[in-house]
């Protein structure tokens, strides 16, 4: 009787555990996909209301805002010639 019920036990435990591995892999697929579709699609936020965009529209196809380009590759520019300029005065100054 114990026997049959340790078995019981066990196979429902192994069934338990097999159900979530089974949405663990469908949830970490679903992850990798998503991820990945972020990463090589060719879209830009909005940086109004965040909606993904292709890399040829001009407006927002969620809001209508305006899409200039990437704030943060200008920042980047200009971070990199002021790293520049200041090691130069640097160079100088010694
Ligand atoms: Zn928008």
């Not at 993904?52 to 980047?76: E, I, Y």
Request: proline share 2%; net charge positive; glycine share 6%.
């Amino acid at each position: 009787m114990f026997a049959l019920l340790l078995l019981a036990t066990a196979v429902w435990l192994g069934r338990v555990l097999y159900d979530n591995a089974e949405a663990l892999v469908i949830g970490a697929a679903a992850i990798r996909r998503r991820i990945a579709a972020s990463a090589e699609g060719p879209t830009r936020a909005c940086q109004n209301c965040q909606a993904q965009n292709s890399m040829t529209a001009k407006f927002c196809t969620s809001c209508g805002t305006s899409l200039g380009q990437p704030a943060s590759r200008d920042d980047r520019v200009t971070v990199v010639s002021e790293k520049e300029r200041s090691s130069t005065e640097l160079r100088r100054s010694a």
